[in-house]
């Protein structure tokens, strides 16, 4: 990869620093200004006398030369480095920070949003000391979540990449993220840069390349989040990149996946705790709607790609009252992987077909909500344990039809 | 009088074989146009098969929509189809050539007007096809997105968009063959302003109250129906 760094000059920069934590600009760089100079104080608090460097990554071409940067500059005397890489697009972030940890030898490097952060520096120790000290190369900070929040990751995200990389990573979607050098150099050095920018860069990307390098993981929690996170205006298109990336790495690592079995824990600092949620649970009717609705008009699509005793378990679910709305987990988990199998094929226009699943998964949405609604925390773990339970139990059927697709044709 | 019978018959005869004398070499040249023809056919079917299959053809068909099933017959994909249509294509365009190698005057200005006719054919018939894949693409398109916006209406929608497209392939292909003149594009300009003038009147009448609201909402500076702000039910779902 070519290494091209365009920092705004720094006299004061150190030169071998032992942390780089990078802001991403896009999409407010005044925020991603502000976020940097507080973490670059938090980082001297939290690291006396180790020298650290904190950035706004940039991946708009024109770099450190835009009027906003002008203008941030000159209203302070201190303003943070804006680097440019060699890569553009709101993706940009994470391999400019890996070329600026690698080129300045830097042992540890973070990827952090720009958010209101605690004052007390602990929170930057916490997250960082497992790389600089334990021995980690990857480090997922984790947030204090309700029981609801995170649906997608809850149900999706985080039992598929444990059943198939068999690493029990609570929030692998977080956008954030603290590597060591090591992993940056083998990230940095990855041909699906070149090959594959679509996918290359993004945050389950990288999480999936590390738990199929089998490197050390760890995962932290840093209390609740600072602000909720940003929720997507149209969910079919956000489900749809989701399994993308999820399905795309599953099909480059499919050697390996298909050895692992079970799961096991990955080291966790700090404590899990549930954030405060809202009074109310959300509405299960319109989510109820919207699986009958698909199940109405997708099901000759669907009949292409799930197996007939799918389609009869899922015509079997009844609908009515909403709030008795159930749906197995196993055929959950077996909708998934036929759809996985259905993406490795191409048995139709891949946009077109991790959308055409919103129905079918706003529908687990609201069985999800109905079950764990009057749940405890501790109970309402159980219940993900139990969905991601029936994830690993299912992965001979996937293992299966990845193999033999043919076999269970419809 | 059997003298004149004899004479009559070796004069018939030899105007026969004067005849099949003159045109012979016309007829074995008539046959030899038509067994290349059908050999070049079978010979093109099978280098279409192959070279279809190995840049993934009836993938990519199924991909778009035009075939929904993975379990074909073994002669029922795509690829098969489009080698046997050229077959076809080749065969007739040797029948055509072979007319014309023959030299009957009626025969050749039927081969000529049929040699003529077939380049016509054949981009129309790729027009259709083209616009058939489209069609069936956007239709699912259609269909998953409006699902997804919880359209109840979603299949008519759908519908009306693949019979859209349909119709405008149709009308192209035909315009291109030179099959009915003006009449296809007249007949797919009313249809589309038929629909356009249908829907409408649809709006205005039916719809009139609502757009009157979003019209005031508009005005007041209030948030729809799903924007940030008035959130429904199934929005305070935190899917990240």
């Known amino acids: 990869m070519s ?36 973490l670059e104080t938090g980082l001297k608090e939290a690291f006396p006398g180790r020298p650290a460097l904190a950035v706004v990554l940039t991946g708009d071409p024109n770099g450190a030369a ?7 500059s000159a209203e302070r005397d201190h303003p943070p480095a804006i680097y440019t890489g060699g890569h553009t697009g709101p993706q940009a972030a994470l391999p400019t920070l890996l070329e600026i940890a690698v080129a300045r ?64 990573l609570r929030q692998p979607l977080g956008r954030e ?99 405060e949620e809202p009074a109310s649970a959300p509405a299960v009717a319109p989510l109820v709607d919207a699986f009958a609705l698909g199940w109405r008009d997708l099901r000759p699509l669907w009949s292409s790609i799930l197996p007939p005793q799918t389609l009869l378990a899922l015509q079997r679910i009844p609908r009515t009252p909403p709030e008795a709305f159930r749906m197995p987990d196993a055929i959950w988990a077996r909708v998934l992987y036929d759809f996985a199998v259905a993406w490795r094929f191409k048995l139709m226009e891949r946009r077109q077909l991790l959308r055409s699943l919103t129905p079918i998964y706003l529908g687990w949405v609201a069985s999800y909500v109905n079950e764990v609604g009057p749940l405890g925390p501790d109970a309402a773990d159980e219940r993900v344990e139990r969905l991601c339970s029936a994830f690993e139990d299912e992965k001979r059927y996937l293992i299966s039809r990845w193999r033999w697709p043919d076999r269970f044709n419809p | 009088m059997w003298e004149r019978v004899q004479a009559v018959l070796d004069e018939a005869f030899a105007r026969l074989g004067a005849v099949i004398a003159a045109d012979l070499p016309g007829i074995v040249a008539m046959l030899i146009v038509l067994v290349s023809a059908i050999v070049a056919a079978f010979v093109i079917r099978a280098i279409l098969r192959t070279v279809l299959t190995r840049v993934g053809f009836d993938r990519r068909a199924r991909e778009l929509g035009m075939t929904t099933r993975r379990d074909l017959g073994p002669r029922q994909e795509p690829s098969w189809i489009v080698a046997r249509f050229a077959f076809w294509l080749v065969v007739v365009a040797g029948i055509a050539l072979a007319l014309e190698v023959l030299g009957a005057s009626t025969m050749t200005a039927f081969g000529l007007s049929l040699l003529v006719f077939l380049p016509k054919l054949v981009v129309g018939a790729l027009i259709l096809l083209v616009g058939i894949g489209v069609a069936r693409f956007l239709e699912r398109s259609a269909l998953i997105n409006a699902v997804n916006q919880q359209i ?56 009139r109250e609502a757009v009157s609201r979003a019209l005031d909402r508009e005005a007041r500076g209030e948030a729809r129906p799903g924007e940030p702000g008035t959130p429904a039910p199934e929005d305070k779902v935190q899917h990240l």
Request: overall charge negative; aromatic content about 6%.
């Open chain 1, 3 to 38: 290494l091209v760094l365009e920092p705004s000059s720094r006299p004061s920069e150190p030169s071998g620093p032992d942390v780089v934590v990078g802001v991403p600009a896009e999409p407010d760089r005044m925020a991603a200004t502000e976020a940097a100079l507080a």
């Open chain 1, 66 to 72: 835009t009027p906003e940067t002008a203008l941030a």
């Open chain 1, 105 to 168: 030898d830097a042992p540890a490097c973070a990827l952090l949003q720009p958010l209101p952060r605690p004052s007390d520096p602990r929170w930057l120790r916490a997250l960082l000391e497992p790389v600089l000290t334990g021995g980690f190369d990857l480090v997922v900070p984790s947030y204090a979540r309700g029981r609801l929040d995170g649906v997608l990751v809850t149900g999706i995200v985080y039992p598929l990449t444990r059943a198939l990389f068999g690493q029990r």
């Open chain 1, 177 to 275: 993220l603290v590597l060591s050098r090591r992993l940056a150099q083998h990230l940095l050095s990855d041909t699906e840069w070149r090959t594959d920018p679509e996918h290359a860069g993004e945050d389950l990307w990288c999480v999936t390349k590390a738990l199929a390098r089998e490197v050390r993981i760890a995962q932290v929690f840093i209390g609740p989040r600072p602000r909720p996170a940003p929720q997507p205006s149209d969910v079919s298109e956000a489900l749809a990149r989701v399994l993308d990336i999820l399905f795309h790495e599953m099909e480059v690592h499919a050697h390996y996946w298909q050895r692992v079995r079970g799961s096991e824990a990955v080291a966790t600092f700090g404590e899990e705790r549930l954030a």
């Open chain 2, 152 to 207: 109840r209406q979603a299949r008519l929608i759908a519908l009306a968009v693949k019979w859209l497209v349909l119709v405008l392939a149709a009308a192209m292909a035909l315009e291109h063959v030179g099959i009915g003149g003006e009449l296809p594009t007249l007949a797919f300009a009313i249809v589309v302003g038929g629909i356009v003038l249908a829907v409408a009147l649809a709006v205005g009448l039916g719809a």
